[in-house]
Every structure is written in C-alpha cells, then in structure tokens.
T-cell receptor, first 112, second 113 residues
C-alpha cells in the first residue's frame, strides 16, 4: 500500500525549542490526521484536518492542511520532555471510507 | 466515555497456528479498521468493517480475515501463522464511514515463533 513521505525521520532538540515536521503524498487527500505514539502503545490522535488550507491548533501543536491537498505540516512550540515519541501523519482519499495511509513517522527526542 | 479496547494485549504463537484478536470500539462508533504495524513496513491497513460488512480491504493475503458483530465489536483472524506475521495489530474506531477521526486501541502484540 501507499506510504506517505514524512520528514524528518528523526529529530533531537533542546527543551524549549520549536519543532516542524511534514508529510507529502503523490495523491490528493481528503483528510489528514496527526498522531503521536509512545512505545508499546497505540497512536493517539492529536489533530484532524478536513479542508485545504485549514490551520488547526491543539495547545502547543499546530497543523495545516496543504493548499495542494498533497501535504500537511505539524508544528510543536516550546517542546517539553513529554513530547518525546513518534509522530505519524495519516491521509485518506475521497470515497475510501476510513482507509488511511500512514507516514513513516518522525521520532522526536527532547533533551532537557 | 471508554476508549477502544483490544484483547489480548500480548500473544505468542508458533508457525502454522491460527489466532483471533478482538476489538471493542468506542460506544456509538460503527466503523472498525484494523492495521498491522511492523518496524519495516510501518502502519499498513488490513480492512475496515462498517455495520457488519467489510467495506475496504488492504493488500494482505487471504489468511487475514475479520468480522464485525451487531454490537460493532470486531475480531480479526490470522490462519497458518508465519514468522513475518509478528507485529503490533491495531484496531481503530470511527463514528461512521468517510474519513472521520480514527481512535486507536492499545494494540495486540503478536509474536510468532
């Protein structure tokens, strides 16, 4: 199945720094979701995006649905140690129900 | 509201055996999707069930099957297990069909020896 190109693959940052990651697809998506996954657990939904150009925030997290509908971005401001984990984007085509395609993940390490 | 529950959390099987995993979605959610997560392939879509019917299927062999009951609970079955089936199997629950938010359970860690 299709996998989305997610970058960067990993990040090592100092506590308090801002983080940016993105996801690109060769196809147009209808919905973008962003998840965070801790080791041994299921992904936790962070932000859902449904319209091109949409900008949505959830606390220190902000995500955008790209204008071309082929990409999405996630920003984390003022990172803290509990932000550590793997972040995934997921996209869904029009008319494919709840079949989502996932990015390869961005592993975030926050150095106190 | 209780989240998505999956049982069992951990499972060890040997090659050739079969296994059944269970998922209870969030109350009121009618769509259940199953994913396989491995270090090499990432998160791969297996299938989706809505109102007891399989609506979408990923690119997995016929050894992988599932079903959904009238209370929206779902099971997936893997027959004739292979070493490569070792993975974290995740169930995701959605309100209905159509690209809605998906909420994941904690997963079942399957190890095939």
């Amino acid at each position: 199945g299709q996998q989305l190109n997610q970058s960067p693959q990993s990040m090592f940052i100092q506590e308090g720094e801002d983080v940016s990651m993105n996801c690109t697809s060769s196809s147009i998506f209808n919905t973008w979701l962003w998840y965070k996954q801790d080791p041994g657990e299921g992904p936790v939904l962070l932000i859902a995006l449904y319209k091109a150009g949409e900008l949505t925030s959830n606390g220190r997290l902000t995500a955008q649905f790209g204008i071309t509908r082929k990409d999405s971005f996630l920003n984390i401001s003022a990172s803290i140690p509990s932000d550590v984990g793997i972040y995934f984007c997921a996209g869904q085509y029009f008319n494919t129900g709840n079949q989502f395609y996932f990015g390869t993940g961005t592993s975030l390490t926050v150095i106190p | 509201k209780a989240g998505v529950t999956q049982t069992p959390r951990y499972l060890i099987k040997t090659r050739g055996q079969q296994v059944t995993l269970s998922c209870s979605p969030i109350s009121g959610h009618r769509s259940v999707s199953w994913y396989q997560q491995t270090p090499g392939q990432g998160l791969q879509f297996l299938f989706e069930y809505f109102s007891e019917t399989q609506r979408n299927k990923g690119n997995f062999p016929g050894r992988f099957s599932g079903r959904q009951f009238s209370n929206s609970r779902s099971e997936m079955n893997v027959s004739t297990l292979e070493l490569g089936d070792s993975a974290l199997y995740l169930c995701a629950s959605s309100l209905d069909r159509g690209g809605n938010e998906q909420f994941f359970g904690p997963g079942t860690r399957l190890t095939v020896l």
